[in-house]
């Protein structure tokens, strides 16, 4: 059952960014609370709504002395969780199945299929979400979709190995419509490259695929690594609502 203790705040957020931002606190507190245990393997994704959830982690750890052991998703969650004394591990090294993983998205539509990849490190976040027994998945209100591609704009994250990002990209836009883009570092002077030194495609597609069998397709060109489609992996969703409370799919 859902633990309501901490899924109403009680300032009043005076614009969207702010009720977004609360709305993430309340995400991944809820998350937590209600998903993770003492002596467990956790997997912690990566981007701007985990945070709350390593938060409260850590907060939890500290009070109740959890014992746990989590396996981060990129650099950027792990520079994050110096701030947990709890033990931190790789995939590659813990010899623990996880017990669960907590993870943002960029977008989760009616069947929980996901967009991610936005913060670029869908490749690891799938691979933990994958080696998970759980994976519950933290956003805010605006990340709520009835169908993919009416809240993201921006595409779908591709990692493709830098040598095969001009072929990916045509195969993509042939094959499937619309358009693969590189992306690019916010100063322009080249390309994001990936926390496994890869570039990232953002394909903008043109209207709403069978994602289950896009995902698969896109997966065997040669070259790509991952898809930011998470489709059949996600158990619930923790939405933070603009009124302050958490809804549940
Ligand atoms: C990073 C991700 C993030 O989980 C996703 O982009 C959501 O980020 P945020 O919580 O900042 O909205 O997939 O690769």
């Known amino acids: 059952s859902l633990d309501l203790k901490h899924t109403r705040l009680f300032r009043s957020p005076s614009n969207t960014d702010d009720m977004a931002e609360e709305a993430k606190k309340l995400a991944g507190y809820a998350a937590v609370d209600n998903h993770v245990q003492n002596n467990q393997v956790v997997g912690v994704g990566s981007g701007s709504t985990i945070v709350y959830a390593v938060d409260r982690l850590a907060e939890r750890v500290r009070q109740e002395k959890l014992n746990i052991v989590c396996v981060p998703t990129s650099f ?8 947990l004394s709890a033990v931190l591990c790789s995939s590659s090294l813990t010899p623990y ?9 960029d977008e989760v539509d009616a069947a929980l299929t996901l967009i991610k990849g936005g913060g670029g490190c869908l490749t690891q976040e799938k691979i933990v979400a994958s080696c998970a027994k759980h994976f519950i998945v933290i956003a805010d209100f605006r990340k709520d979709s009835s169908a993919l591609g009416q809240q ?18 045509r195969t993509i836009a042939k094959r499937f419509g619309g358009e693969a883009v590189l992306r690019m570092a916010v100063s322009k002077a080249g390309p994001v490259v990936t926390d496994n030194s890869n570039f990232i495609l953002d394909w903008k597609f043109e209207h709403i695929h069978n994602w289950k069998e896009v995902n698969i397709a896109i997966k065997m060109i040669p070259g790509v690594v991952e898809t930011g489609l998470f489709v059949g992996m996600a158990e619930r969703v923790y939405f933070g609502m603009e009124d302050g409370n958490v809804g549940v799919r």
Do not use: H
């Open 76 to 83: 950027q969650v792990s520079v994050r969780m110096c701030l």
């Open 97 to 105: 199945q996880l017990d669960v993983a907590i993870d943002g998205a």
């Open 152 to 169: 993201w704009k921006k595409g779908v994250p591709i990692e493709v190995i830098p040598m095969a990002y001009v072929p990916v990209s």
